[in-house]
């Protein structure tokens, strides 16, 4: 279950079934995890709104790996030691974070976006994937959930994935361009679309089950919906962006 926590000063969401894994630290970050009267800060440093977040944790910003996120289809893998003295490593322009090491904690921004997390607990691995209409439509969650099982040799019923929240089919109305351009890159649009909206749950579940990935938790939220908890791109312009974080401490 897709649940708030509020940990000390701290506010954020998890998946409760993940919070049994040892060792494991995971945060989909809300509204209110944010600082007020904070302005995010440029890309490749922790913004200052989300510093209380990372005090919480117990987690420095040398060991943060940001994205240059670019709607791509294309996932980076970290297998050594993080060497950064101090702050967050960039990672350049791309849409998914494999981390085969631990104490390293890919983050993946959104407001709207669909966040995605993949887990194999038994050797502490974790693999974190940002995806909207076009990431979608190029398959990132197959390319990063592919080369997530074959860095790591498990079979995909060891996995874990947790879908976090984004703009769902109820407020996701899209133009007839986006459906044309699916439909030419060979997706079920029975499944991906009902009527003008775009599903963008459903597109990636097809995605993962194709792979025979079978372990799969929604968080069943709308950022659209729900613009309470969450920043959403569509329903706000110019808005804030939500963390997904997430890694093993040792
Ligand atoms: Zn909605």
Redesign the pocket.
Known sequence: MFRQKNLGPASFFVFEELEEVPGFVHAFTSRQTDAPNQEPAPSDEVPLEKRLLLETLGLQPNQLFFLHQVHSNRVVTVNAPTLKAAGPTSLGSADGVITLLPAQFPVIRTADCLPILVLLAEKKQVCVLHTGWRGTRDRITREGVSQFLEATQASPQQLIVAMGPC??????EVGPEVRNQYARSGHDLDRCFSGQQLDLVEANLAQLQELGVTQILDSKM?????TDLFYSYRREGETGRMWLLAGFRQ
């Open positions: 703009i769902r089919k109820c407020c996701y709308c950022t659209a919906c729900r």
